[in-house]
């Protein structure tokens, strides 16, 4: 089956510390995304990859960093600067370019709280 | 100019009734309009899509209108069930462009049976 797989589905992060979210996708799609999702908020853009080795930051990178290193693999960080880490944190991707409507497709996300 | 934005932030609905959600957007640039499912704990899953050359599409009890002119679509959902309750996310996105989706706050649809 293909689709989007994000680890771990919980994840806890002490104070000071960084800590990584996992998002592998096998649909041999081009794009990559990471979303935050707080209550009452939708979905807001952290950074976006169209290609191996190069990313942009969304509405909302303070605090997270990202890495591009193999096509179906965009993991994300969430660093010790992101003062409320606590969300739901999304993954998507996409085909780029064929000029016709491509949607996102999304992982099941990964819920991170402070201890 | 880049947001999306949607109405009612929740709604409740008798089992076989209609639900209807609205959104607006401000960006002419946006070309692709499609509406997420979103289940507790899952991530979003595209229910339906529309591009402004059409006003309506159809996808069984799905329906998205779409007027152009006010820069507004909205999605009704016909013979709502139960399992249809979910929160609905609206989207905007220019095709061509970053590719970025612009999303809705979204709509917490409870339906009661």
């Known amino acids: 089956d293909g689709g989007i797989t994000q680890s771990p589905k919980y994840l806890f992060r002490k104070e000071g510390q960084n800590v990584t979210l996992s998002c592998e996708q096998n649909?041999?799609?081009?794009?990559m995304y990471w979303y935050r999702q707080d209550p009452g908020q939708g979905l807001r853009l952290i950074y976006y990859s169209q290609i191996v080795n190069d990313f942009q930051k969304g509405d909302i990178a303070e605090g997270y960093s990202v890495s591009r290193e193999k096509k179906e693999s965009f993991p994300l960080t969430v660093t010790s600067a992101q003062k409320n880490p606590t969300a739901f944190y999304l993954c998507?991707?996409?085909?780029?370019?064929?000029?016709?409507?491509?949607?996102?497709?999304f992982g099941d996300g990964t819920r991170l709280s402070i201890l | 100019q880049q947001q999306v934005k949607q109405s009612p932030q929740s709604l409740i609905v008798q089992k076989g009734g209609i639900s209807i959600i609205n959104c607006a957007y401000e960006?002419?640039?946006?070309?692709?309009f499609p509406w997420y499912q979103q289940f507790p704990g899952k991530g979003p899953a595209l229910l339906i899509a529309?591009?402004?050359?059409?006003s309506e599409k159809k996808e069984g009890r799905f329906t998205i209108s779409f007027n152009k002119s006010a820069k507004q679509f909205s999605l009704h959902i016909m013979d709502s069930q139960p399992g249809d309750s979910a929160t609905y996310f609206c989207a905007a996105l220019t095709q061509g462009g970053s590719e970025k989706l612009v999303f809705g706050k979204g709509t917490k649809l409870t339906v009661n049976p």
């Open positions: 960006n002419t640039a946006f070309d692709y």
């Open positions: 529309i591009r402004p050359d059409v």
């Open positions: 998507a991707s996409s085909i780029l370019g064929q000029g016709s409507n491509q949607p996102q497709h």
């Open positions: 649909l041999n799609h081009d794009a």
